[in-house]
């Protein structure tokens, strides 16, 4: 018998390329697997984002409007909203089957994200021809917008809805014109709602180690990063699957498969995270602290109306937004930060930072049907 041929009969090169092509393919498989290269993220993106067609019948309308809505600012993007449409009204339910128990034990930010999505709403229904007019949730456990036919009013906010985004990366650090920093210190307020605008860099050292302790806290705290995990998409085929939560590209992450992203984000050290935010905090021109009097749901909401008011006055802008607002989330950083920011008796709900940079990719949200009661 030939001594380089095995009991199969083959040699033992034939072995090692027969050997290499099964491990080939099924690293090849694996790939495909996981990455799907034939599901197109961009397309699913487009289509998200996609500018409002106006609709001459009611009914379509009044799903272009909920979908817009949708395309507001929300926490983790779990998209916590259900909406009602009702004969000459749109309904925003909160979905607490979507909350976020570590970060938000008291749905604070999940009230503030339906207030996001009311501020398009409202903004969206003036440009198609409505004049809206909101009910509280002080009486009941959701928003009301009846809606009355009007001349239709097309603002620059309303053209950057589809634009708007969080966008994570490190800014330029150039000074934003002085003209448009008017604009983001005053702009339209809600009752019980004010703003405080912080460009001054010692002021703006202050807010970073207010945040470096919010990370080494919140890093340090398994209910936060399990709940963390449970949210984040590694790569296009996760978040394309439920069209929610926080795609890693978006953050600028590469893509991984899950089990990958898992073990790393477990593993993240809480000063690592601390130093990555501090430096896109340092690489920001300035920074905006929300507050509000109360500290109740509709305080909630029309603090998100603010928010996606100033995002969207600073889309119009060309400037960039994205939230640290872990000194606010840890509780027993937010009083001393609402001294620190000279808040007074004014309670801190969300830390801003902006400036120039270029955008990131898109989130994805749910279709209309999946977010209707
Ligand atoms: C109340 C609230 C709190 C948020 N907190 C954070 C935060 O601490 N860090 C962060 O990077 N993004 C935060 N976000 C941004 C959301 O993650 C973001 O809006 C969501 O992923 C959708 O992405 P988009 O805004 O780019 O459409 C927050 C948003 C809201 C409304």
Redesign the pocket.
């Known amino acids: 018998m030939n001594e380089n041929k095995n009991r199969t009969g083959l040699s033992r090169r034939d072995f090692l390329k027969l050997s290499s092509a099964a491990t080939l393919t099924a690293v090849a498989g694996y790939a495909l697997y996981e990455y799907q290269p034939w599901l197109s993220y961009n397309e699913q993106s487009n289509l998200t984002w996609r500018p409002m067609v106006k609709e001459t019948n009611t009914p379509p309308q009044m799903r272009e409007l909920v979908r817009y809505a949708t395309?507001?600012?929300?926490?983790?993007?779990t998209q916590p909203w259900k909406f009602a449409i009702k004969e000459n009204a749109i309904e925003i339910h909160p979905d607490f089957s979507r909350q976020l128990p570590a970060?938000?034990p008291q749905n604070r930010?999940l009230w503030?994200?339906l207030g996001?999505a009311l501020e398009n709403l409202i903004v969206a229904a003036r440009a198609t021809g409505f004049t809206p007019e909101v009910t509280y949730p002080d009486m009941a456990d959701f928003i009301n917008v009846q809606l009355t036919a009007d001349t239709p009013l097309e603002t620059p906010l309303f053209k950057a809805i589809p634009l708007?985004?969080?966008?994570?990366s490190e800014f330029d650090g150039q000074p934003v014109v002085v003209t448009d920093l008017d604009q983001i210190q005053s702009p339209t307020l809600e009752p019980g709602i004010g703003v405080r605008l912080i460009t001054n860099p010692a002021a703006l050292e202050a807010v970073v180690e207010y945040v470096n302790q919010g990370n080494l806290s919140q890093y340090t705290d398994p209910s936060f990063i399990d709940e963390l995990i449970y949210w984040l998409r590694f790569n296009k085929k996760d978040a394309l699957a439920t069209l929610d939560g926080?795609y890693s590209r978006?953050?600028g992450n590469p893509e991984v498969p899950g089990w990958l992203g898992r073990m790393f984000v477990a593993g993240t050290k809480p000063q690592q995270q601390a130093d990555i935010d501090a430096a896109k905090l340092r690489s920001s021109p300035g920074a905006i602290v929300i507050a509000s009097e109360a500290d109740d749901k509709s305080a909630w909401v029309r603090t998100?109306q603010v928010?996606e008011r100033l995002a969207l006055k600073m889309t119009s802008l060309n400037i960039k937004s994205?939230?640290?607002?872990?000194p606010i989330?840890t509780a027993e950083l937010r009083s001393q930060f609402q001294n620190a920011v000279g808040l007074d008796t004014s309670l801190p709900q969300?830390l801003v930072r902006f400036g120039y940079a270029e955008a990131?990719p898109?989130?994805l949200r749910r279709p209309v049907e999946a977010v209707l009661l």
Request: hydrophobic share 35%.
């Open positions: 395309l507001a600012a929300n926490g983790h993007n970060v938000d930010e503030i994200s996001c708007r985004q969080n966008t994570r926080l978006c953050s998100g928010y994205a939230f640290l607002n872990q989330e969300l990131m898109r989130s």
